[in-house]
């Protein structure tokens, strides 16, 4: 239910303006990052200048095709990270910055350059970050973080584990005194004080939702139950673990296109998958016009058979 455009982009991007007209939700670019073997032709004296107007010229035209939900996600390295910033807050009239991703594309250094180069940047705008925040989905629990939740207890609503029950700073209605079931009297740590009032935490105690450790007399912590987790905020550190790495991208495409036709720089699916799944597109548009190995298509396909979405 795609669409593929065999393009010029900038052209291609001009023909979209009418009918995807404030339609698209997401979109997510991997552009030439101006490192001089791109296989784009600059004038060596303006090879910086020429990058910055292309960026530019095709960020115009992309901000007709967003709408007040719209996310904007884009790879680049540390050669323009600080130039890119600039432009997209500038020329695309409407997107605000919401974050700098920051994901780990190596899994081990190249021992060839002084310092190994291991990560990448994924600048993040929204047309509303207000929005972007209220209608972005969280990302599942790793099995990692699954298997941080257990039930020594057996407490019947299952799996828990405990989560600190103190907060950074001093509130007068949250500075009461706890009685451990040891019957120790225990207050909030230099500089903090708990996370709710007394009314608050007696509801939560007789709820049996209260951990005072192994021995019954540690500060107190408030249990979370797995079934009760919606999923995770995601954060500006992406590991290879979560998000996969370079070699991922190679060897998807290599399984596709055989070595003689792999992309050397494909993006890995599961980055994509990332992201889609963050900008919560499950039946909407995501536009990538800088589609190269076809990753963005690859992720979308990916996640409408897992879950049978419409994107």
Known sequence: DGLVIHSENFQALSLLQERYREAVKCVYIDPPYNTGNDGFIYRDQLQHSSWMTMT????????????????????????????????LNRETHGLDFVANIVWQKRYAPDIRTSISEAHEHILTFASCPQTFKSTRSKLPLTDFQTKQFKNPDKDPRGPWKSDNFTAQGYRPNQMYEVTTPTGKKVTPPEGRCWVTVEE???????????????????????????????????????????AGHSQDGLKATMSLFGRGGAFVTAKPPKLLERILTIANVSDTTTLDYFAGSGTTGHAVINLNREDGGKR
Not at 61 to 77: A, G, Q, R, V, Y
Not at 206 to 227: C, H, Q
């Open 56 to 87: 530019s010229q095709h960020l115009n035209l992309t901000s007709t095709l967003l709408n007040k939900e719209s996310s904007f996600f884009t790879s680049i390295d540390d050669n323009e990270v600080e130039n890119y910033k600039t432009i």
């Open 200 to 242: 608050n935490f007696e509801k939560l105690k007789k709820d049996n939702r209260m951990y005072f450790g192994k021995e019954g007399a540690g500060l107190p912590g408030v249990k979370r139950f797995l079934s009760e987790v919606d999923g995770v905020t995601p954060w500006t550190w992406w590991s290879h673990q979560d």
